[in-house]
Nanobody
Framework: QVQLVESGGGLVQPGGSLRLSCAAS????????MGWFRQAPGKQREFVAT???????AYADSVKGRLAISIDNAKNTVYLQMNNLKPEDTAVYYC???????????????WGQGTQVTVSS
């Protein structure tokens, strides 16, 4: 199994910055991609950003230019640098990874427990 543990959430004022981290651990043969989703109260979980192990990135339109995703393959860790945060960024942020626990197994999706980000004055 693969475990994902997020950290770095908290309370920040509008215009402020936060950096989220997510470390993968367990029986890992390979990680193809890692990313972030978020879920605000009363809303469905939505895509935020993703990055492949080769560094190819994709972002939701609502965060382009403000959030930046990066990956440290040696540490099996993904980061989300969030700048110029807005109240509408308030949500629980979930880490996601596509990983294999052995070379013969199919790629599976894994999820973290989530970390709260609150943007408020």
């Amino acid at each position: 199994q693969v475990q994902l543990v997020e950290s770095g959430g908290g309370l920040v004022q509008p215009g402020g910055s936060l950096r989220l981290s997510c470390a993968a651990s367990g029986t890992i043969s390979s990680i193809n991609y890692m990313g972030w989703f978020r879920q605000a109260p009363g809303k469905q979980r939505e895509f935020v950003a993703t990055i492949t192990s080769r560094g190819t990135t994709a972002y939701a339109d609502s965060v382009k230019g403000r959030l930046a995703i990066s990956i440290d393959n040696a540490k099996n860790t993904v980061y989300l640098q969030m700048n110029n945060l807005k109240p509408e960024d308030t949500a629980v942020y979930y880490c996601n990874a596509g990983a294999k626990t052995s070379w013969s197994e199919a790629l599976k999706d894994y999820w973290g427990q989530g970390t709260q980000v609150t943007v408020s004055s």
